[in-house]
């Protein structure tokens, strides 16, 4: 089983001192040096889940464990309906959790499928997550011929496709606004540099593509006429750790491309109309 290292637990308990209403996310000047962009994404989400009542998550199988314990966080002590959207069962990789979530994990009910084209109660959440989750849609599928890998990869770079549909944004958002309540919140984040597809190696070795997102493709999640954005944040990573920027056309220099997390990420808040 696995078990959260020192420095998910860092940010996990950050992110459940702003649940319970103690601190917010302090995102001034350079932060969070030596974090991923997970650093960002779980505080600035806790921050807009606090008093919610039911949740959807998307990417929740996968999630990051400073993530994944801020969800459990939500359902445990503060009693939220959490539900999950993902294309991998947890059942079937329950040896990435720590032991101690593991009954309260797999209590948590998950729709198995594409979330562009699987069936969502209508209007039934208060709140959508989809935190550094929608970059892999249109390039992640369960795995058929990988060994001991959960999705399908490819031994060579070569053999990676980089192409993706150009409706997936909106697909995507279309069933999120689907399910979500009149007013609901939809919490997205993405990696976000030079933009377009990126090639990334896994933690086997094994090669996938991502969508890097850029000023135009963010446009297509934030223009979504579904929703009203009532917040965009975007942040650089440097030598010194993270700072905030001002638009896309600041992280234009960014690439994620072969390594292991963003050098730019973008968070918005979007309200269902």
């Known amino acids: 089983m696995a078990e959260v290292s020192k420095e998910h637990q860092i940010v996990l308990d950050l992110s459940k001192q702003i649940l319970a209403g103690k601190r917010d996310p302090i995102f001034n000047g350079s932060f969070g040096k030596g974090f991923s962009e997970r650093y960002i994404e779980t505080q600035w989400a806790a921050s807009h889940l606090r008093g919610i009542r039911s949740l959807l998550d998307i990417g929740?199988?996968?999630?990051?464990?400073?993530?994944?314990?801020?969800?459990?966080?939500?359902?445990?002590?503060?009693?939220i309906d959490l539900q999950a959207a993902?294309?991998?069962n947890p059942e079937k990789v329950q040896g990435r959790y720590p032991k101690e979530w593991l009954?309260?994990?797999?209590?948590v009910p998950v729709t198995i499928g594409d979330v562009r084209t699987i069936s969502l109660?209508?209007?039934?959440?208060?709140?959508v997550t989809i935190i550094s989750t929608i970059e892999h849609i249109g390039f992640d599928e369960p795995s058929r011929t990988v060994e001991n890998s959960a999705f399908e990869r490819?031994?060579?770079?070569?053999?990676?496709?980089?192409?993706r549909d150009t409706d997936t944004n909106k697909t995507v958002l279309d069933n999120i606004y689907k399910t979500l309540k009149k007013r609901g919140k939809l919490l997205l984040s993405v990696p976000m540099g030079?933009?377009?597809a990126v090639l990334l190696r896994?933690?086997?070795?094994?090669?996938?593509?991502?969508?890097?997102?850029?000023e135009k493709s963010w446009k297509e999640v934030v223009g979504h006429k579904g929703f009203e954005l009532t917040e965009q944040r975007f942040f650089k990573l440097s030598d010194a750790g993270w700072t905030e920027v001002a638009s896309p056309r600041d992280l234009v220099s960014q690439?994620?491309?072969?390594?292991?997390?963003?050098?730019?990420c973008a968070v918005c808040l979007l309200v269902r109309k």
Do not use: C, H
């Open 60 to 79: 929740f199988t996968f999630a990051s464990n400073e993530y994944l314990g801020m969800l459990l966080e939500l359902k445990d002590k503060y009693g």
């Open 86 to 88: 993902d294309i991998i």
């Open 103 to 107: 009954k309260t994990l797999l209590e």
């Open 121 to 127: 109660p209508k209007e039934r959440f208060d709140a």
């Open 154 to 163: 490819k031994l060579r770079p070569e053999d990676v496709s980089l192409d």
């Open 194 to 196: 030079k933009g377009g």
């Open 202 to 214: 896994d933690s086997l070795g094994l090669f996938v593509a991502q969508w890097e997102y850029d």
């Open 255 to 264: 690439s994620s491309y072969m390594k292991p997390y963003a050098e730019g």
